[in-house]
Every structure is written in structure tokens, then in C-alpha cells.
């Protein structure tokens, strides 16, 4: 039979529209299930240290050896490498990244440091040395 012909009786235009139905409750399933996924997913974060050279990953509770000691030595460079100029700076940049356990303690720290080395007109300098 001919589709044009069959779509233009009454029989083929309601076939048409039981299809159309079909496939939109399909669609309305399928934007639901991507709705619900897209709500369940953990958001993710992704905060790299300037000093990471390797392939590294993160998950919600640990992360690989090379991100841990990538963002060690990146603390090391910003803390080891202090100017009275620039003890404020550190400070500021340090401070977004500490944990609520330690948080305190490092930035009391930080200020009694910060205050000898604006007293005392020292400049701390870092240098690693890779075996």
C-alpha cells in the first residue's frame, strides 16, 4: 500500500499519532533518566597544583602519591620562599587550602612567622635538589 495514501485516511493518521505518542512518552523517559543522573552526580573539583608533572588522580576520599607530593612541594615553594613583601601574599594564598582541623593552628603560626620575618627584615629561600 501506499504511505502517502494510508497517512491520508482516518485509520493512518491515527496510527501516526499512537506512534507520535510512543515515541514521545520514550523521549520524556529518556530526558527523565538524564534529569535524575545529571542531579546524582558529584560535582567535581579539579584544583592543580602548579608543580604537578605527572598523571594524577583524585577521588572523594584519597588521591594518587604524585598529586599528594605535587601540592606538597607546591607549600614548600610558597612557604620556603618568603620576603617581608611578600609574607601577606603567601598568607592569602595559603589560607583557601588548609583543612578546618588545622586551619588555626597554621595561620597563628603564620602570623608569629610572618611578624619575625617583617621584624627581622629576613628572607627565606627554598631551593629543592632531586636525587
Not at 499512537?18 to 584544583?47: C, D, H, P, Y
Not at 627584615?121 to 627554598?126: A, D, E, G, L
Request: glycine content about 6%.
Amino acid at each position: 500500500m501506499n504511505l502517502k495514501k494510508y497517512l491520508k485516511t482516518w485509520e493512518g493518521t491515527q496510527t501516526e499519532n499512537k506512534w507520535g505518542r510512543i515515541f514521545q512518552g520514550g523521549l520524556i523517559a529518556i530526558v527523565f533518566l538524564l534529569v535524575v543522573q545529571v542531579f546524582s552526580k558529584e560535582t567535581i573539583v579539579t584544583i592543580q597544583p602548579f608543580t604537578l608533572t605527572e598523571e594524577a588522580w583524585v577521588t572523594k576520599n584519597n588521591a594518587s602519591q604524585s598529586y599528594k607530593e605535587a601540592w606538597g612541594f607546591a607549600f614548600a615553594q610558597l612557604l620556603g620562599n618568603v620576603t617581608p613583601g611578600t609574607v601577606d601574599f603567601v598568607k592569602e594564598r595559603i589560607t583557601p587550602l588548609l583543612s578546618p582541623s588545622i586551619y588555626q593552628d597554621v595561620i597563628d603560626a603564620i602570623e608569629i612567622q610572618a611578624q619575625q620575618i617583617k621584624n627581622d627584615r629576613v628572607t627565606m629561600r627554598f631551593e629543592p635538589r632531586f636525587c
